[in-house]
């Protein structure tokens, strides 16, 4: 079976690789996007994102940009909401949007017959969105019953105060749904000024994969965004180093388990070891059932059905993180051997085969991120964001393959420290006291 996984992995890689050629497309007005031509079949995805997410939100607003995403496909220029959603449903249209803590993003999939209608509809969400009095009290609803919900769950407890504990006082404490009372605030007028102050060209960001050439693009480009202010208010997020280091948060909640959250300062995706992070996350936390911590903290011992870790890069901040969630218990053993592992790895570094089984799943599983056009446009967005270059699917796996023993080590000392881990649990841990 592994040798049938394998086989199919390098299969997968052998395919996309010479398939995936990204052309740099640039309207007549200087709009620009990254594409990837695809003609098998009648169908084109466009991602899109704009520079500056949730961390914009005002503090006793908190949760605006994720309310603006719920909205903006709720009725746009001549189209109320029951008639915006008719018409994408009736051509087949696919039309959404997220935030995040840096960025406002979208995605379009359409039919290549539909291709016009479906950029002017965009266009209109973007644009022209309405923001009615009935979709924008539903959404709220639907915010605040899942934020309810949310409040009530251990991971997203922990996960909520990790980052209010380590954030504090920066933009990125506060959650991007925000919170019952953040989200009631929000009025109408703040929805219009979020579009307003942060949808621009300057901070816009564009992939396409799909059955559409650059003769094609380029023009739809400038009628799609055209519109938008050519420029934005500058993004006043300031950098930040997760603090908080060493300290342990016990959140009590009377459940037969507790979830547990650690972390200390990680990386950027710009840094010159980023890949060498990547390699020693994988072999530490972040690499499933061939991981270090699942196989002392699972396999070995049976402490718990999930531990792991993972890099977590921001546009203004880094974490090295990572969860378990155990019985009550055995949460204090669970955190020791973690803390082990994080140890050993500082100290020693990979084996020669970790090293090379890592690089041999990372290499060969990429092509997995690129299995539909919706999963490229997106990638197509995040290589510009991260500042990758045009030829960083061509140069990806090489910059893996050259990650030594000796480098993983160097990162390995720079981010891990046992000590200064800090920690939030949920649950009534036995042996696990909070530090004030």
Known sequence: ????????????????????????????????????????????????????????????????????????????????????????????????????????????????????????????????????????????????AGLLRELQDPNSVASREFSRLIFAGHPYAQAVRGNP???????????????????????????????ITPEQLAPLLDATFGALPAGAAAVRVPETTPGAAGRIQVIARDNPQSVALFGQPGIKRDDPDWYAAYVMNYVLGGGGFASRLTEQVREKRGLAYSVYSY?????????????????????????ELIRAEFARMRDHGLTEKELADAKTYLTGSFPLQMDSTAAIAGLLVQMQLDRLGLDYLDKRNGYIEAVSQDHVLKVARRLLNPDTLTTVVVGKPAGVTASH
């Open 1 to 144: 079976m592994r040798r049938l996984v394998l086989a199919l992995v390098l299969l997968l890689w052998t395919l996309p690789a010479a398939a995936v050629t990204v052309e740099r497309v640039v309207s007549p007005k200087g709009i620009e996007a990254w594409l990837v031509q695809d003609h098998a079949n009648p169908i084109l995805s466009l991602s899109l994102a704009f520079r500056g997410g949730a961390a914009l939100d005002p503090a006793p607003k908190a949760g605006l940009a994720n309310m603006v995403s719920g909205l903006l496909d709720e009725g746009a220029g001549p189209y109320d909401s029951l008639a915006f959603q008719q018409k994408i449903e009736d051509l087949a249209i696919e039309i959404g949007f997220d935030a995040g803590k840096d960025t406002f993003r979208g995605h379009l999939k359409t039919l290549t017959a539909n291709r016009d209608t479906a950029f002017e509809l965009l266009r209109l969400a973007l644009t022209q969105p309405r923001f009615d009095k009935e979709p924008v009290e539903r959404i709220r609803g639907q915010v605040l």
């Open 181 to 211: 009372e953040t989200v009631k605030a929000v009025q109408v007028a703040d929805l219009r000024a979020f579009v307003k102050a942060n949808f621009a060209r300057d901070r816009l960001v564009v992939g396409v994969v799909g059955d």
């Open 311 to 335: 890099l977590i890069p921001m546009e203004h901040a880094a974490v090295v993180m990572g969860g378990v969630a155990t019985e009550n218990s055995r949460l204090a053993e669970s955190l």
